[in-house]
């Protein structure tokens, strides 16, 4: 089982970046997706989360309207666009598998991507 998520770097407050994660050695349209970040000195805490089908997504409060899951079940691939960042987004983020309606992590972890939000 591979979770690689790429697409991170360094980007000024109010800009964007699209992360992406892909899955493999796992029948990826069968599980929902989260995506979760750590920041410095914090726990690992959810951010958002993708069903099945891609038709139902969620978000903690923080990054409601900024942020926006997607996924290509044909690709393997879930994305996690990121818009208006601010500095408190500045994390290592992380895909996961997710049990739906929940928000802690699966049996499936990925590599971290930084996201680091300079002002």
């Known amino acids: 089982v591979q979770l690689q998520a790429s697409g991170g770097g360094l980007v000024q407050v109010g800009g964007s970046l699209r992360l992406s994660c892909a899955a493999s050695?796992?029948?990826?349209?069968?599980?929902?997706m989260g995506w979760f970040r750590q920041a410095p000195g914090k726990e690992r805490a959810f951010v958002g989360r993708?069903?099945?089908?891609?038709?139902?997504?969620a978000y903690v409060d923080s990054v409601q309207g900024r942020f926006t899951i997607s996924r290509d079940n044909a690709k393997n691939t879930v994305y996690l666009q990121m818009n208006s960042l601010k500095p408190e987004d500045t994390a290592i983020y992380y895909c996961?598998?997710?049990?739906?309606?929940?928000?802690?992590?699966?049996?499936?972890w990925g590599q971290g991507t930084l996201v680091t939000v300079s002002s």
């Open positions: 996961a598998t997710i049990t739906p309606g929940s928000t802690r992590p699966g049996n499936y």
């Open positions: 993708i069903s099945r089908s891609g038709g139902s997504t």
């Open positions: 050695g796992f029948p990826f349209s069968s599980y929902s």
